[in-house]
């Protein structure tokens, strides 16, 4: 079973920078959209950044100027550069794609287990 792994989170001062990464943990054919949401503590998940296969790129309006989606379509990496964190920023950021496993398949949504960010004041 293809998972989606992410990594990079972890406890940061207010405005400071953070890199998360995501990749699937075996071989698959391709990936369409890419994406990283957040949930903080009492509140519901959220979109904070998308990226398609050719590279464009929509965010959530709160992160605007200091998140930065990329991807790697070799590595079938997805990558969030997070600067100027804020307390706000706090919550645990989970991994989005549209994979086709084999070649021919339908594109299925994978999600990662998600990696927490803690932004300190």
């Known amino acids: 079973q293809v998972q989606l792994v992410e990594s990079g989170g972890g406890l940061v001062q207010a405005g400071g920078s953070l890199r998360l990464s995501c990749a699937p943990s075996?071989?698959?054919?391709?990936?369409?959209?890419m994406g990283w949401y957040r949930q903080a503590p009492g509140k519901q998940r959220e979109l904070v950044a998308v990226?398609?296969?050719?590279?464009?790129?929509d965010y959530a309006d709160s992160v605007k100027g200091r998140f930065t989606i990329s991807r790697d379509n070799a590595k079938n990496t997805v990558y969030l550069q997070m600067n100027s964190l804020k307390p706000e920023d706090t919550a645990v950021y989970y991994c989005?794609?549209?994979?086709?496993?084999?070649?021919?398949?339908?594109?299925?949504?994978?999600w990662g287990k998600g990696t927490l960010v803690t932004v300190s004041s």
């Open positions: 990226i398609t296969r050719g590279g464009s790129t």
């Open positions: 989005n794609a549209r994979i086709k496993v084999v070649a021919g398949s339908w594109a299925m949504e994978y």
């Open positions: 075996e071989s698959i054919f391709s990936i369409n959209d």
